[in-house]
């Protein structure tokens, strides 16, 4: 196979930097209207038929033939079975990142409190998981056990009583590994259903499927455009763009190694992003030379080139400082410190979804089995947002109790403010907490 690599040249030095830059970055998730037409239909056919809808979305969307809801649904007993048909080592290696990723997130769990004030008011904050989430992942080839390790697990540290999963399976085509990894994440139902479809079934609910509190899982254009419509009927993660990957390097790392860690993300898609930024030009030469004689060895060959050529770019800065205000600007998903010394330069990121740090530490192994969550923030959105974690699936509650002094006292305030904006039952309501002996004053 032959391909031609031409990825972009950008210097931070060039007047017009700024303007290529954006003009890179730029990614829309945007729907065409007969996407987002056709997506309302489903939603629509699904609140009012339910199950029937399903299954009939199901034959005519994934080829298979289903008679009923009941074909579409997987009990615990058949993902107890798909643990005895992967190899031990991929049952080895499913459990062993499954522990990671428990464990990095047991750290997460935010716990309730309270404290109490002089006058024996309490005042504190209740977590509470939610009751049911739901989990959507890709079927047929294309899917990643992955994700449901990195989705599932933190629902169940958060102490989210079930987890509703929900995977197509294209042609009655089954993805062991996706069952085996639901398995080990303790997922308690799996239904067989995906595409906008399913997500309005946990949203709404049907005869079958029950009505989730929050959906999370990546999918196609279908799943993202109905995850808008049904979000505030329920809560979903992110609507989430093509995966990215910004490497910042002093020019010390191998150029192998780099041109393979930005090969790791382009070979998602065509509009996956890989970015090299360093302040050495003659190694940005000799990555670019790395990725022409790597390129041909790839599997995903085609797929990697059209994104390292349309969306790629190596760009070179004044120096390290300048590559960090480069960094911080693109606010990557993916962001490697490359460097001799990543600690140093770690209180300069500001925005970044995760931080893979030293030159040994790839992307790759953050997918994985690292611990941390591979669900993160895309499109710049690092700037405001942070990676799904066990706090996505607890909700708090505020805590107020007032002593009969406390609740006096507080009146007054209560009082005055509530008159200045004209609400006179907010104030009367507070007044008559108002100890008599402090009215007569």
Not at 74 to 96: D, G, W
Not at 284 to 303: F, N
Request: glycine letters at 8%.
């Amino acid at each position: 196979m032959t391909v031609s690599t031409a990825i972009a040249r950008l210097n931070a030095a060039d007047p017009d930097f700024a303007r290529h830059l954006d003009h890179l970055l730029s990614w829309e998730s945007v729907s065409d209207d007969a996407v987002n037409q056709r997506v309302l239909d489903i939603i629509k056919a699904v609140r009012e038929r339910g199950d029937a809808a399903l299954v009939e979305f199901t034959q005519r969307f994934d080829g298979v033939d289903a008679k009923s809801i009941d074909d579409l649904i997987l009990n615990r007993e058949r993902l107890e079975l798909a643990l005895t048909r992967i190899t031990p080592a991929q049952r080895e290696a499913l459990e062993t990142a499954a522990n990671r990723v428990r464990m990095y997130h047991e750290r997460q769990k935010q716990n309730s409190w309270q404290y109490t004030e002089a006058d024996g008011t309490v005042l504190g904050q209740k977590v509470t998981p939610l009751d049911r989430a739901g989990l959507y992942v890709p079927g047929g080839k294309a899917s990643y056990p992955s994700s449901v390790l990195m989705n599932a697990i933190p629902a169940k540290v958060a102490g989210v009583a079930e987890v509703v999963m929900v995977v197509p399976t294209p042609r009655g085509e089954v993805n062991e590994l996706v069952l085996a990894a639901a398995c080990i994440a303790g997922v308690d139902r799996v239904f067989t259903v995906g595409g906008a479809q399913a997500v309005a079934a946990l949203a709404y609910g049907t005869e079958s499927v029950p009505q989730v509190d929050k959906i999370v899982g990546p999918g196609n254009i279908y799943v993202a455009t109905a995850k808008r419509h049904v979000f505030g009927q329920v809560g979903i993660d992110m609507i989430a763009g093509p995966s990215e990957i910004l490497v910042v390097c002093d020019g010390q790392t191998d150029p192998d190694w780099i041109a393979m860690d930005l090969f790791s993300q382009a070979e998602h898609d065509e509009d996956a992003q890989a970015i090299l930024v360093s302040p050495d030009a003659a190694f940005l030469d000799r990555v670019a030379a790395s990725i022409d004689k790597l390129m041909p060895t790839m599997e995903r060959a085609e797929i990697i080139e059209k994104s390292i050529n349309g969306r790629g770019a190596l760009i070179q800065v004044r120096d390290m400082q300048q590559a960090m205000d480069v960094a911080n600007r693109i606010a990557p998903e993916h962001l490697e410190l490359s460097v001799a010394d990543p600690q140093a330069w770690l209180p300069h990121i500001r925005h970044a979804g995760a931080i893979f740090m030293g030159r040994h530490t790839s992307e790759a192994l953050g997918d994985y089995c690292a611990g941390p969550n591979h669900v993160l923030p895309t499109s710049g959105t690092a700037r405001f947002s942070s990676p799904l974690g066990v706090y996505d699936f607890q909700k708090r509650s505020s805590i107020i109790f007032c002593s009969e002094q406390g609740a006096s006292e507080l009146g007054h305030t209560a009082s005055i403010l509530a008159r200045g904006e004209s609400l006179t039952a907010h104030a009367r309501s507070a007044e008559y907490r108002i100890l008599t002996q402090e009215k007569g004053n």
